[in-house]
């Protein structure tokens, strides 16, 4: 079957470090994703990788190795405003999206 | 980047009545348009996939006489709930992809929240 892992709940620090990881088995990969969700919102795109490695984007940066099916999700200089859902996604031989559960980030002050 | 549009934002019904959301992509030509479910504190839950001018492929588990699925044109597809139960109230959210670009990447709508009572 087709599986997408990551932790339920994670609790940083504002002004911090975090890191998010997704583990997956699925039938085929052509990519994993992240997005963020906002309580009541739709999922907003974050990053897309296809190929090992790291892939920054301003405080955000997400990682892959295929060979290992892992993915994280690296945001730095946390903010308050970066409280939300994140999902990981990943495309399958179909192209469709399987989803993670999502792992609730909150940020303390 | 691209847009994705649904109406209504959010919907209240009595039960036993039908309700429609709209998906359009306001600035490209859609070749696949996904709704999906979620219901609280749960993952997105894929429904159905539609091919423009082709009928739906629906998800394991999911009627398609409960949740009609029209995709008449490359910018919009609807979702019908029929004979709406209060099991039905989520938050529904579709998206859309064409096959250009580098990846077949989806662009969310906002969601429509229904509320059966």
């Known amino acids: 079957g087709q599986n997408i892992d990551q932790p339920t709940e994670m609790t940083a620090t504002e002004g911090a470090i975090v890191q998010i990881n997704c583990t997956y088995q699925?039938?085929?990969?052509?990519?994993l994703f992240w997005y963020q969700q906002h309580a009541g919102e739709a999922p907003t795109f974050l990053s897309y990788?296809?190929l090992d490695g790291l892939e920054e984007k301003g405080r955000f940066s997400s990682f892959l190795s295929r060979s290992k099916g892992y993915s994280y999700l690296l945001l730095k200089e946390l903010q308050m405003k970066d409280s939300a859902s994140y999902l990981c996604?990943?495309?399958?031989?179909?192209?469709?999206?399987?989803w993670g559960a999502g792992t609730k980030l909150i940020i303390k002050p | 980047g691209a847009v994705v549009s649904q109406h209504p934002s959010w919907v209240i019904c009595k039960s036993g009545t039908s309700v429609k959301i709209e998906c359009r992509s306001l600035?490209?030509?859609?070749?696949?348009m996904f709704w999906y479910r979620q219901f609280p504190k749960q993952s997105l839950m894929l429904m159905a996939t539609?091919?423009?001018?082709?009928?739906?492929?629906?998800e394991q588990g999911v009627e398609k006489d409960k949740f009609l699925i029209n995709h008449a044109s490359l910018t919009l597809s609807t979702l019908t709930v029929t004979s709406a139960h209060p099991e039905d109230s989520s938050f529904y959210i579709c998206?859309?992809?064409?096959?250009?670009?580098?990846?077949?990447?989806?662009?969310f709508g906002p969601g429509t929240r229904l509320t059966v009572l």
């Open positions: 998206s859309a992809s064409n096959l250009e670009g580098d990846y077949n990447e989806q662009f």
């Open positions: 600035d490209f030509q859609a070749t696949t």
């Open positions: 539609s091919n423009e001018g082709s009928k739906a492929t629906y």
């Open positions: 699925t039938s085929g990969f052509n990519g």
């Open positions: 990788n296809v």
């Open positions: 996604a990943v495309q399958d031989s179909n192209y469709q999206l399987i």
